[in-house]
């Protein structure tokens, strides 16, 4: 069955970090392209990062540069969000998304998605 499972949200107070994981099966992982979105209430949903299938790049919306690191292990066909120094305005559902093409940011473009987690920054 072709799926993603994100896990690792939860509450956290501002200034805290948390690391999200996205787990992939039944489609090759390392041919993918991942990203991470998220959607806060009453949002569009927003792109946050990228990585490419070989892990040589990453792409990274303004808002979380410096503070947010995308990463994969193919082995594990797992991608990563590490998120540190977070603000309330990071509070959203988290959602992990795959595409066999580059598609960086647009969101679109992306064919399979997972079910999302909840992130939440208390101030």
């Known amino acids: 069955q072709v799926r993603l499972v994100e896990s690792g949200g939860g509450l956290v107070q501002a200034g805290g970090s948390l690391r999200l994981s996205c787990k992939a099966s039944?489609?090759?992982?390392?041919?993918?392209?991942m990203a991470w979105f998220r959607q806060a209430p009453g949002e569009e949903r927003e792109f946050v990062a990228a990585?490419?299938?070989?892990?040589?790049?990453?792409y990274y919306t303004d808002s979380v540069k410096g503070r947010f690191t995308i990463s994969r292990d193919n082995a594990k066909n797992t991608v990563y969000l590490q998120m540190n120094s977070l603000k309330p305005e990071d509070t959203a559902v988290y959602y992990c998304?795959?595409?066999?093409?580059?598609?960086?940011?647009?969101?679109?473009?992306?064919?399979?998605w997972g079910q999302g987690t909840q992130v939440t920054v208390s101030s």
């Open positions: 998304a795959a595409d066999p093409s580059w598609s960086g940011p647009i969101i679109n473009d992306y064919e399979l």
């Open positions: 039944g489609f090759t992982f390392s041919s993918n392209h």
């Open positions: 990585i490419n299938g070989s892990e040589s790049s990453t």
